[in-house]
């Protein structure tokens, strides 16, 4: 049997530079990547893959991926969808972040305690939703929140 | 009055040269010029958002790279930036020998200093544009 590469979910985050939902987008997936999934993910670079770059919108094209948006403007799951192919999930977080009742995040630079719980449960999220792309017995997720596909 | 300068990171999070520019604009824009900045989020940029266009279009900018793919500098000239300044943050480290910044979600101490370094140098870069326009 040939060796056929892993199948991962690519993740994009927005990170919006000037939104703290933007920084809780990166603080997420990289908690994704660096401990609840890092085997099954990769991140693709938002604006390496607007600028061209091939290999992050040819993995787009075949492989599923979650768009992590900040804001309703959906950077990344646009651009994911204009130049490779609709993400398989999508999670916006300044939606998430009114129906869970965060107030106040903390800043771009730095998020408060707050900040931080509320990208705690982005990324369980997108591990919950990571599992389901990947078929896999469904992980641990935060109570009430549920995913934007 | 000027017009505030567009300081744009790098928005990669897969390493820390890459945190290290972001870092770097939120010192420069909010700790040492904060009166003469902005910080422009690349993504909205390169993805073609008007208000974001606008903000850079025919101005002055400055970005902030952390790798050599430059895509902070490339996304402002493709988006009608009169002047681009560039900072990339691989070079910034060459002249600070012994750094060895580490970290993305939290750079740590040489991470926060490389950045640090890397704002002044754009705050000299601020310095020098508000000098060309005082003298044209």
Known sequence: M????????????????????????????????????????????????????????????????IA???????????????????????????????????????????????GKRLADSVAELIAAETDRLLKRPRGKTHGGVRSYS | MMRKIAVVPCSGIGKSLGAAAREAAYVLAEDLRPDRTKIVALGLL???????RRAVAGGAAIAIDGCKLECAAKGLESAGTGKVKKIAVFDVIRRHRGLKPKGVTDLNEDGLRLARAAAEEGAQIVDELAGEEEDA
């Open chain 1, 68 to 114: 992590i948006d900040g804001c309703a403007k959906r950077c990344a799951a646009l651009a994911t969808e204009k130049y490779s192919a609709k993400p398989a999930a999508t999670i916006v977080v300044s939606q998430l972040r009114k129906e869970m009742d965060f107030e106040d995040i903390g800043t771009a630079r730095r998020l408060n305690e707050a």
């Open chain 2, 46 to 52: 390169v993805l073609g958002d008007e208000e974001t």
């Open chain 1, 2 to 65: 040939p060796d056929l590469p892993k199948k991962k979910v690519g993740l994009i985050a927005c990170s919006g530079e000037e939104l703290a939902e933007g920084t809780v987008t990166r603080r997420a997936v990289r908690k994704v990547l660096e401990t609840l999934r890092p085997e099954d993910t990769v991140t693709l670079c938002l604006p390496l893959f607007l600028a061209g770059g091939e290999g992050e919108r040819a993995f787009a094209r075949h492989y599923p991926t």
